[in-house]
């Protein structure tokens, strides 16, 4: 069974480039939950999707964020207009229950 | 200061010694979970204990709950170089599928 997976690992945009991060729950799990890590910081909520609907997005910034999570597919982490200020580990979580399983993360970098 | 902190924020110990490390949370809770991370890597799942419950074990780990002080505390026993990691605490308002909030972490070190 294999664990939450996201790509890519690294992402490396440019100043006003969009940032696509994707995430594949574990198997089973119809929960989504996405994180961003600043450096030596803990982990900050964005948002909580289920297949088709966003739940909570109390954690998302206004503007230039989306996220989705279809019916068929991966959810997404769309950024538009990437600043610097975005520069962190993103992370995505998936849970059936209590417990949230995290995938690998995607670091991305904007120069 | 926020949800789920933890204390120390850095802890160095002797390969074989007990680490303990606390946590802190400040509304009411339903669960209360312990993640681990190396460098650069996500976070592994270590334990989750319900707000009903007062203490729970996972070999090595022993993880108590107290929710009338609002406190966690991870006990890792005979400790590993392995178990070099930062360790954070995470607490769920309202249940099952909610958001977690996160503690800045521990920054634990095992020295060989």
């Known amino acids: 069974n294999a664990g939450v997976m996201q790509n890519p690992r690294h992402l490396v945009r440019r100043r006003g480039q969009e940032a696509r991060l994707r995430c594949s729950p574990m198997?089973?799990?119809?929960?989504v939950y996405w994180y961003r890590q600043l450096p030596e910081e803990g982990l900050k909520f964005m948002v909580y999707?289920?297949?088709?609907?966003?739940?909570?997005e109390s954690g998302m910034p206004k503007e230039r964020f989306s996220a989705e999570f279809p019916k068929e597919g991966p959810s997404i982490l769309r950024i538009q207009q990437v600043v610097r200020g975005d520069s962190a580990a993103y992370f995505c979580?998936?849970?059936?229950?209590?417990?949230?399983?995290f995938g690998p993360g995607t670091r991305l970098l904007v120069l | 200061s926020q949800q789920g902190e933890e204390d120390p924020q850095a802890l160095s110990i002797q390969e074989g010694e007990n680490a303990t490390m606390n946590c802190s949370y400040k509304?009411?809770?339903?669960?209360l979970q312990w993640y681990r991370q190396n460098s650069g890597r996500g976070l592994v799942h270590l334990i989750l204990?319900?707000?009903?419950?007062r203490e729970k074990h996972s070999g090595r780990l022993r993880v108590t709950l107290d929710t009338s002080k609002k406190s966690s505390s991870l006990l890792i026993t005979a400790s590993r170089a392995a178990d070099t990691a930062s360790y954070f605490c995470?607490?769920?308002?309202?249940?099952?599928?909610?958001?977690?909030?996160f503690g800045k972490g521990i920054t634990l070190s095992v020295r060989p």
């Open positions: 509304t009411s809770i339903n669960n």
């Open positions: 999707l289920q297949k088709e609907n966003i739940i909570d």
């Open positions: 979580a998936s849970s059936e229950a209590a417990a949230q399983y």
């Open positions: 204990i319900r707000s009903n419950e």
């Open positions: 198997k089973g799990h119809s929960h």
């Open positions: 995470a607490t769920d308002a309202t249940g099952a599928n909610s958001k977690l909030t």
